[in-house]
């Protein structure tokens, strides 16, 4: 990236612009053709909204394109857990085998055991606890970076922070109640193995 400082702030406004757009023009098509408790009780309110045009094909459509952007993401994902694994890994807070790099600089085994972890649970789990506990695990990742941010000098990057740190916590709140207790589970576990490194790093 040639200028970063530019070009990057630009990237993101325009991310954003373009994601929310398209999420208020899917919004306002589901309720156009939908009621909206039959959107409300629906788990796949788009597909049912295109059903309505009569056109299984269309359907079909909706249906693979929704595997492919949850593929997609889950690769994002899979790639971000990975890293914050690593540097974890690096400090100490998990095992060492977990910094083992490949010869082009790639977490492989912080990759590899991500991805063991989150095949091992996805029988156990059902789709929307799962879909609702990785929002929720996300929102606190994002939650602790708008905290860190409140350290930052200047009152509007401040209040951006505060923003972000209370919308993270009211959007958590909002999930369904067992995506909740799946991430305080997974605070808690990671507050008590954090203490654990840190008294073996004393001792």
């Given at each position: 990236?040639?200028?970063?400082?530019?070009?990057?702030?630009?990237?993101?406004?325009?991310?954003?612009?373009?994601?929310?757009?398209?999420?208020?023009?899917?919004?306002?098509?589901?309720?156009?053709?939908?009621?909206?408790?039959?959107?409300?009780?629906?788990?796949?309110?788009?597909?049912?909204?295109?059903?309505?045009?009569?056109?299984?094909?269309?359907?079909?459509?909706?249906?693979?394109?929704?595997?492919?952007?949850?593929?997609?993401?889950?690769?994002?994902?899979?790639?971000?857990?990975?890293?914050?694994?690593?540097?974890?890994?690096?400090?100490?807070?998990?095992?060492?085998?977990?910094?083992?790099?490949?010869?082009?600089?790639?977490?492989?085994?912080?990759?590899?055991?991500?991805?063991?972890?989150?095949?091992?649970?996805?029988?156990?789990?059902?789709?929307?606890?799962?879909?609702?506990a990785s929002s929720g695990c996300?929102?606190?990742?994002?939650?602790?970076?708008?905290?860190?941010?409140?350290?930052?000098?200047?009152?509007?990057?401040?209040?951006?922070?505060?923003?972000?740190?209370?919308?993270?916590?009211?959007?958590?709140?909002?999930?369904?109640?067992?995506?909740?207790?799946?991430?305080?589970?997974?605070?808690?576990?990671?507050?008590?193995?954090?203490?654990?490194?840190?008294?073996?790093?004393?001792?």
């Amino acid at each position: 990236m040639r200028d970063p400082a530019r070009t990057i702030p630009r990237a993101v406004a325009v991310s954003f612009a373009v994601v929310t757009a398209l999420y208020v023009v899917a919004a306002a098509a589901v309720a156009h053709a939908l009621p909206p408790d039959v959107a409300d009780a629906s788990d796949r309110a788009v597909a049912d909204a295109v059903d309505t045009l009569g056109h299984p094909a269309l359907t079909t459509a909706v249906a693979v394109t929704a595997v492919v952007a949850a593929g997609g993401a889950l690769l994002s994902l899979l790639g971000g857990v990975s890293r914050t694994t690593l540097a974890m890994s690096r400090d100490r807070h998990l095992p060492r085998a977990l910094a083992r790099e490949s010869s082009r600089g790639v977490p492989a085994a912080a990759q590899v055991a991500v991805a063991v972890v989150v095949v091992a649970a996805l029988p156990f789990v059902d789709a929307a606890e799962a879909v609702a506990a990785s929002s929720g695990c996300v929102l606190v990742y994002y939650a602790l970076t708008n905290a860190a941010a409140l350290t930052l000098d200047g009152t509007v990057l401040r209040v951006l922070a505060a923003a972000g740190l209370l919308g993270c916590l009211l959007l958590v709140l909002s999930l369904p109640v067992a995506g909740v207790l799946w991430t305080l589970a997974v605070v808690v576990a990671g507050l008590a193995a954090g203490r654990l490194t840190l008294r073996r790093a004393a001792a």
